[in-house]
């Protein structure tokens, strides 16, 4: 009875084991791939209007890519402050009026004005009188009828005269006085104050009435004449950069380019590892302001590269890609890189292996085929 339970029992773990293997086990799909094959229609090959061609030998200029902002050069930058502590009498300045040199910008007044100019026409006076007391003083001193010290003490006193009125005559010279209508006995209840260059006015700090410190900037006239473009350069391409290399620049927001050339390089590298490269701009423009952002392209020489036109290269996923032809209606989309461009041209670097002479490449209608390839994708 034992050897019959026992003999049931090992054939039913057999049979189970039997089943067990039998069992297909279940592959994991494969993941769809995307395509990289676009397949045409005669009828679409007539819309797309393929053009092909072959990766081309250019002459492109390699660039550095820099930012920076426009600038003046110091002695174009004017700040202008009062000479002496005093009140604004008046002033029609607004931001953005335009000064020329010699103009009055602004009128200061203050008691201590009037003070200056009267103490030096009273020390004028006392020169005179000081002046013939030295003389005499002189005269009998030759004769040895008054004491040396007395001489002595007319002469100190004389020069110390002269020495005051020297001091106050270039006191009132910075306060921009008449000196000759001052020494005809004219005293000036007001000064001016004139601008030192041609320029626009690009600040102003101060109203009619209000107490200036001659520490303090009334206003800020800059001449945009001398524009320069301030450039940032990384340190690893200063080896690159010379004089006179030609600047091709934008501003920001604007898609016209101007022109410029290298004119400064400088020996400092800052703690960014850049450089300040100043760049004057080939033609003047009034409508150009100083703080202006912009972005730069330094040509740094020429060389023979393969090109492609520019409507050759798509980008696929933020990855730069052209169609090579396959067949008559197939195409295949291969991923590149790009260099520099000008002129229509752009620099490709094609994979290892790529067959420059023997493949044909399109040139124009690789839009349509990225577009048809993408409308594959989406119906998969």
């Not at 501003?251 to 050339?261: D, F, G, I, M, V």
């Amino acid at each position: 009875m034992k050897y019959l339970i026992y003999s049931a029992l090992i054939l039913f773990l057999f049979s189970c084991g039997s089943k067990a293997e039998k069992e297909p086990v279940k592959e994991a799909e494969p993941e769809a791939e995307t395509s990289t094959i676009a397949t045409l229609t005669p009828a679409q090959f007539q819309t797309a209007g393929i053009v092909l061609g072959n990766v081309e030998k250019k002459q492109i200029s390699s660039n550095i890519k820099a930012n920076g902002k426009l600038d003046v050069p110091p002695q174009s930058l004017i700040s202008v402050s009062a000479p002496f502590g005093a009140f604004i009498k008046n002033t029609e300045l607004l931001q953005g009026s335009f000064v020329r040199k010699g103009q009055i910008v602004v009128s200061l007044q203050h008691p201590d004005l009037i003070q200056l100019q009267q103490d030096y026409l009273e020390n004028k006076s006392q020169q005179e009188y000081l002046q013939a007391e030295y003389k005499r003083q002189e005269e009998l001193a030759k004769e040895n009828v008054n004491a040396q010290k007395v001489f002595q003490q007319a002469k100190a006193n004389y020069q110390t005269a002269l020495a005051r009125i020297k001091g106050l005559q270039e006191k009132l010279k910075l306060l921009n006085i008449d000196m000759k209508a001052l020494d005809a006995g004219n005293i000036q209840s007001t000064i001016n104050l004139y601008s030192p260059i041609t320029g626009y006015v690009t600040a102003v700090n101060t109203n009619i009435g209000a107490y200036v410190n001659p520490s303090d900037k009334l206003f800020e006239i800059v001449n945009t004449e001398h524009l320069h473009a301030e450039l940032t350069v990384f340190e690893k391409d200063i080896p690159k950069l010379k004089l006179e290399q030609r600047v091709r620049f934008t501003l920001a927001n604007e898609t016209k380019q101007r022109t410029a050339s290298v004119h400064l390089i400088g020996r400092q590298i800052s703690d960014e590892r850049t450089v300040r490269v100043h760049c004057h701009l080939d033609r003047e423009d009034r409508e150009l302001l100083p703080g202006m952002y912009l972005t730069a392209w330094i040509e740094t020489g020429n060389a023979m590269v393969n090109a492609l036109p520019d409507d050759a290269i798509i980008q696929f996923e933020d990855k730069p890609c052209i169609f090579i032809a396959k067949s008559k209606y197939q195409y295949e989309m291969v991923p590149i890189e790009k260099g520099n461009s000008e002129l229509g041209y752009t620099e490709v670097i094609l994979p290892q292996g790529f067959d420059i002479a023997g493949t044909k490449v399109v040139v124009k209608g690789a839009y349509f085929l990225f577009a048809k390839l993408r409308n594959v994708e989406e119906e998969e």
